[in-house]
C-alpha cells in the first residue's frame, strides 16, 4: 500500500514536472516574441558562434544596428535557446538554433534564411519596410 502511494505520489510529481517544463517553454517563447517585437531588427545569438558573428556584421556593414540578445550572457538563455529552436521547427531536442533573426517583429529564421534574402534581394526591402534602413 505504502509503494503505491509513493508510485502515485512520483507520477504526479513528474506530471508537475512536464507541467513546468512546459511552462517555462512557453514563458520562454513569450520573452522571445516580446524581444523581437521591441527592435525593427533583433538577432539572437551566442557571443562565441562564428556564424553569429557573421550575421551581425552583415547587418553593420548594411547600416543597420541590430538589437543583438547574447543567449549565453543571459540567466534564461538557454530556455529562449529552445523556444527559438522549436519556431525554426528544430523541436526540443534539435541542435543549435542560432543566429536567428527577426525583422520587424517577424521571424525571417537562420543564416541559412538571411544569406537566401541578401542574395535573392529580398533582405533590403524586408529591412525598409521594418524601418531599420533607410536607403
Not at 53 to 66: D, E, I, N, Q, T
Not at 92 to 97: I, M
Not at 113 to 134: C, D, F, T, Y
Request: net charge neutral; aromatic share 6%; proline share 3%.
Amino acid at each position: 500500500m505504502h509503494y503505491q502511494a509513493a508510485a502515485a505520489a512520483a507520477e504526479a510529481w513528474g506530471y508537475v514536472a512536464a507541467a513546468a517544463a512546459r511552462g517555462a517553454t512557453m514563458d520562454a517563447l513569450e520573452r522571445v516574441e516580446r524581444l523581437a517585437s521591441e527592435s525593427a531588427v533583433v538577432i539572437f545569438s551566442v557571443s562565441t558562434c562564428c556564424m553569429c558573428h557573421a550575421v551581425k556584421r552583415l547587418f553593420c556593414g548594411m547600416g543597420v544596428s541590430p538589437t543583438v540578445v547574447e543567449l549565453d550572457e543571459d540567466p534564461r538563455g538557454k530556455e529562449m535557446e529552445r523556444a527559438l529552436s522549436r519556431l525554426l521547427g528544430g523541436g526540443a531536442g534539435g541542435g543549435t538554433a542560432v543566429p536567428v533573426v527577426f525583422i520587424g517583429g517577424k521571424l525571417v529564421g537562420a543564416m541559412d534564411r538571411v544569406m537566401a534574402a541578401h542574395i535573392n534581394g529580398s533582405l533590403v526591402p524586408l529591412l525598409k519596410e521594418a524601418g531599420a534602413l533607410w536607403l
